[in-house]
């Protein structure tokens, strides 16, 4: 019953408030979906952080997307063993992981160090952040504890479970023989989803659609034009 509860029923529970939130957010605060830029109070520290945050953290989320979207028997296909995989998953995955992880506390200590960062610094930044902290760190741990493998694969266990989850085929048994840091990671990572709509992660899901068929800015050149003195004109 546990066991349903925690992989069959909960998941569903994060779903709902991650794309209802996400909805409600829109509805009653559109001026508030923003990533709330704090570049004019502070520039340097800012570039870096991000950079070093957004560059690891897409790896990261392609290696999720190619472990756990893309079914194992594509691998198999391929001639791919599960060693091979793990080898390059380990080789990308880490390094993604640490540099995510390292823009993410540059990016925390700035707001801690940077007086009028802090001072603009609301209790959803706060929580956003130490959020993203968490899952990254978990998650960098479960990869750790698990460099050798030690006989289990996570896409035949995690992938499925997942995968399961989103097509509404629940399998919540096959989460039983997953190493408890890996269930932790994933625990961190719904915490991160339940306080996503609600935070500045919002920015994440905005696209300038709009951009693309919006009209050209028509720019008019300026024609100096001579001066005329009333006072010297002729009749």
């Known amino acids: 019953m546990l066991n349903l509860l925690l992989w069959g029923i909960f998941p569903y529970i994060v779903l709902t408030?991650?794309?209802?939130?996400?909805?409600?957010?829109?509805?009653?605060?559109?001026?508030g979906w923003t990533s709330k830029s704090s570049e004019f109070l502070e520039k340097k520290r800012l570039r870096v952080g991000s950079l070093l945050f957004h560059f690891g953290i897409f790896i990261v989320l392609g290696g999720h997307f190619l472990g756990i979207i893309v079914p194992v028997e594509f691998y198999n296909s391929l001639g791919i063993t599960e060693k091979m995989y793990h080898i390059v998953a380990i080789s990308f995955g880490l390094p993604a992981?640490?540099?995510?992880?390292?823009?993410?506390?540059?990016?925390?200590?700035?707001r801690i160090s940077v007086k009028r960062i802090k001072a603009t610094t609301s209790?959803?930044?706060?929580v956003s952040l130490l959020f993203v902290l968490l899952a990254i760190t978990t998650g960098m741990l479960a990869t750790s504890f698990n460099i050798d493998s030690q006989g289990f694969d996570y896409r035949t266990t995690i992938s499925p479970w997942l995968r399961g989850i989103l097509t509404f085929h629940v399998q919540p048994e096959l989460m039983v023989t997953v190493p408890i840091w890996f269930k932790i990671h994933i625990?961190?990572?719904?915490s991160l989803f339940v306080v996503w709509p609600f935070t500045r992660l919002v920015h994440a899901f905005s696209f300038p659609i709009r951009y693309l068929n919006r009209s050209y800015v028509i720019y008019k050149k300026r024609v100096a034009t001579k001066r005329v003195d009333p006072l010297n004109v002729k009749d």
Request: hydrophobic share 50%.
């Open 187 to 190: 625990y961190a990572t719904f």
């Open 17 to 31: 408030i991650f794309i209802g939130g996400h909805i409600y957010r829109y509805q009653k605060d559109q001026l």
């Open 97 to 110: 992981g640490f540099v995510a992880l390292l823009g993410a506390f540059l990016l925390l200590y700035r």
């Open 123 to 126: 209790w959803s930044d706060w």
